[in-house]
T-cell receptor, first 114, second 118 residues
Framework: DAGVIQSPRHEVTEMGQEVTLRCKPI?????LFWYRQTMMRGLELLIY????????DSGMPEDRFSAKMPNASFSTLKIQPSEPRDSAVYFC???FGRGASPLHFGNGTRLTVT | AQKVTQAQTEISVVEKEDVTLDCVYE???????LFWYKQPPSGELVFLIR??????QNEISGRYSWNFQKSTSSFNFTITASQVVDSAVYFC???????????????FGTGTSLTVIP
């Protein structure tokens, strides 16, 4: 069974560039989450979707961040323009149903903005 | 206020010692779920266990055991005879069974970094 797949694993970019992170959730899961992890702030929820519809994007830092889920098997998180403070590990996770189902995380994308 | 508190930021133990990682949660719901995740140095987040609020039985899985006590709102994790491979950051999380709708919010603690010294 394939888990949550994220790409790329590492991304290094210069300030001001556009960055797109990709995620393929586990087949059949109806929830998809984007998290950001930094030493200073720990794990932060950015946004989550249910059946491809954004439910809560209150964690998205600012307008530079956007997320889409065009279908049940693909989601993107875009940062435009990127800034050094965006450097972090970005995790995608998926789950089936509400509450009881654990989140299954991808391996993360380590983003470095210079 | 934090929904999930992991007061221990870092713990170091010598191999073969037992170690307990504390987790205290806060919720007004009667139905909720608690989770533990492991994040080894390689970085991935691995699901370890889930408990629901109606099941206070302790759980044991090999060297791992979990003690869920509603009276103290705690869900502690004990590793018996620790090994170097147990070195990781461990996260406790809470999910509340929300009412109608599609809300599905998870609350993570700040994690406890465990180092097992050979």
């Amino acid at each position: 069974d394939a888990g949550v797949i994220q790409s790329p694993r590492h991304e290094v970019t210069e300030m001001g560039q556009e960055v797109t992170l990709r995620c393929k959730p586990i087949s059949g899961h109806d929830y998809l989450f984007w998290y950001r992890q930094t030493m200073m702030r720990g794990l932060e929820l950015l946004i989550y979707f249910n059946n491809n519809v954004p439910i809560d994007d209150s964690g998205m830092p600012e307008d530079r961040f956007s997320a889409k889920m065009p279908n049940a098997s693909f989601s993107t998180l875009k940062i435009q323009p990127s800034e050094p403070r965006d450097s972090a590990v970005y995790f995608c996770a998926s789950s089936f149903g509400r509450g009881a189902s654990p989140l299954h995380f991808g391996n993360g994308t380590r983003l470095t903005v210079t | 206020a934090q929904k999930v508190t992991q007061a221990q930021t870092e713990i170091s133990v010598v191999e073969k010692e037992d170690v307990t990682l504390d987790c205290v949660y806060e919720t007004r719901d009667t139905t909720y779920y608690l989770f533990w995740y492991k994040q080894p140095p390689s970085g991935e987040l691995v699901f370890l266990i889930r408990r629901n609020s109606f099941d206070e039985q302790n759980e044991i899985s090999g060297r791992y055991s979990w003690n869920f006590q509603k009276s103290t709102s705690s869900f502690n994790f004990t590793i018996t005879a620790s090994q170097v491979v147990d070195s990781a950051v461990y996260f406790c999380a809470l999910s509340e069974a929300l009412g109608e709708g599609t809300g599905n919010q998870f609350y993570f603690g700040t994690g406890t970094s465990l180092t097992v010294i050979p």
